[in-house]
């Protein structure tokens, strides 16, 4: 059985302490390998190289650190298959559906090109008599990235490309259930010309997620993940005077007006509820159609729809809908809300327990389900799921159906399906969620943006990716300068204005 070990100092090495965590096939429900668990011990060592490859690294100027994204992003492209069959394989993701997580990375490494643009500072001529002001950009140090098992390849990604760009080390644990296809992005941005040490992949458990949060080389955290664990990370990191961006869980809303395309919003909602078994932090898993004409509407063209679902292993080939989900574990607490659905009052329109695929049954599958007449205080409705089961709560009025997103506890994604632009711009001028789609049911932003959610999805004043990563990989140092011409003076001993 394959044995993944940990990336340090540009080469795969095994693991020391003995401790290991299976890693299985999600369609199969089979262990396909073990994963070395990391001590504090061998995570300090990884850390302690890595600060010192990094002193080096900063001190390369960030166009030839920009020349390295160059030859990565031609790499990821090389390697796209053989990536998207690692993400599939340990995931359980359709092969379609893990090019795209491969690709959303590439596509913030292919802004990272341009990294020298966005790390530029601000120069002040003569702010006063022979006196100039400028700021630089500088990187904080070593950084650290937490990322999760529903995309191994994209959140990773956001967070090694804009931290190395900037000139920092970076400490990259991925999810324990997916670590090969960081360990294999490693090797390609070693390819890539990055420099030994710069980039070091460490497989562990909570006792390395502590480990780095506790360590003083550490200077700043990025993690995904659940709402609980974000909040304890940010929590910690603060503590310890770490500079923290953590994101948290979703519970994303999709509002379809009396005078949506009932197809299009249909088809949208098919997409976003259950592409991935729902395993996305932008899936749409409440749909809330406006008017009761509109809900039965809608219903009736999301049945059968949903009926007609292919859900299967990734080497069923490109036309199977989505995968297993990520454990035996999460199956069941899927199966668990369903039936809690049932018990407090909700309507089940299409039950997705039951689902049995021939020739898989160890598998992790999850059929499809969809609910009607769900209300707030239904556990369906207050939980992330994270699976595929879409949540129907019908509103009287637009106001009612805003006041929905608005009163939710989660701010990360929300749409709207509607034909009028009024309403369309109300809405997204009040609604408090972080990313806001209009007749667009996912609404991830361009690399070029920022990703980010409000209220209890997200910790931290800054966003993935885009301009607020360059900002929160560096720190600002603010230079006075005045360079003397003719006598001195002497001394001035009072504190004045630069007049």
């Known amino acids: 059985m394959e044995e993944i070990g940990h990336w340090i100092n540009g080469k ?16 199969t429900g089979e262990v396909q390998a073990r994963l070395a668990l990391a001590s504090v011990a061998e995570l300090d060592a990884a850390i302690q190289s890595a600060a010192a490859a ?57 802004v990272c090109m341009g990294a020298p643009a966005l790390l530029k500072g601000e120069y002040t001529d003569s702010a006063g008599p022979g006196i100039d002001l400028y700021s630089m ?58 420099p030994d040490g710069v980039l070091q992949v460490v497989n562990g458990d909570k006792e390395i997620v502590d480990g780095l949060l ?40 999709m509002i379809i007006m009396p005078d949506a395309d009932l ?21 749409i898993s409440v749909a809330v159609p406006v008017g009761e004409k509109t809900a039965d509407a809608l219903i009736d ?14 080497t069923a080939g490109d036309d199977v809908d989505f995968g297993p989900v990520i454990t035996a574990q999460a199956k069941a607490r899927i199966d668990g809300l369903v039936q809690s659905g049932v018990d407090q009052g909700a309507k089940l329109v299409v039950d997705g327990r039951n689902f049995r ?13 969809l609910f009607d007449n769900v209300t707030r205080d239904m556990d369906i409705y207050k939980q992330e799921i994270f699976g595929p089961v879409l949540s129907t709560v019908r509103a009287k009025t637009y106001e009612d159906a805003l006041n929905l997103v608005i009163d939710n506890e989660y701010g990360n994604g929300t749409a709207i399906f509607t034909a009028d632009g009024d309403t369309a711009r109300d809405f997204a001028s009040r609604v408090n969620v972080g990313m806001v789609g209009i007749n667009f049911p996912i609404p991830v932003p361009l690399s070029y943006y920022t990703f980010g959610g409000w209220k209890k999805s997200a910790f931290g004043d800054l966003n993935q990716y885009g301009p607020d990563a360059f900002r929160f990989y560096t720190k600002t140092k603010t230079v006075t300068a005045r360079w003397f ?3 001195k003076d002497g001394a001035s001993l009072n504190f004045k204005a630069l007049d």
């Open 12 to 27: 795969r090495v095994a693991g020391t302490s003995g401790r290991f965590s299976d890693v299985y096939n999600p369609a």
């Open 214 to 253: 506790d360590h003083e080389v550490i200077q700043g955290i990025g993690f995904v993940g659940s709402t609980p664990i974000a909040q304890y990370i940010y929590g910690r990191a603060a503590t310890n005077g770490k500079r923290a961006q953590c994101f948290g869980g979703a519970k994303n809303h």
């Open 263 to 283: 197809d299009k919003a249909a088809d949208a909602l098919i997409g976003a509820g259950f592409g991935a078994a729902g395993e996305r932090c932008m899936a």
């Open 137 to 194: 950009r500088q990187p904080l140090g070593v950084v650290a990235g937490i990322t999760p098992f529903n995309f191994p390849a994209m959140i990773p990604l956001w967070k090694m490309a804009p931290a190395l760009s900037a000139g920092n080390a970076m400490i990259l644990k991925p999810s324990e259930r997916c670590p090969s296809t960081s360990m294999l992005l490693a090797e390609l941005l070693q390819e890539a010309g990055l």
């Open 357 to 369: 695929l021939q020739g898989y049954e160890n598998g992790f599958f999850v059929g499809p389900s």
């Open 54 to 110: 990094q002193l080096k690294w900063a001190a390369t100027n960030p166009q030839r650190r920009a020349r390295v994204m160059m030859a990565f992003g031609a790499l990821i492209n090389k390697n796209m298959d053989r990536l998207a069959e690692l993400v599939s394989r340990e995931h359980g993701k359709t092969l379609p559906d893990a090019r795209g997580d491969v690709q959303r990375g590439l596509e913030v490494v292919e």
């Open 485 to 487: 011409s003719g006598i």
């Open 301 to 314: 063209k999301l049945v059968p729809r949903i009926e007609k679902l292919k859900i299967g292993p990734y």
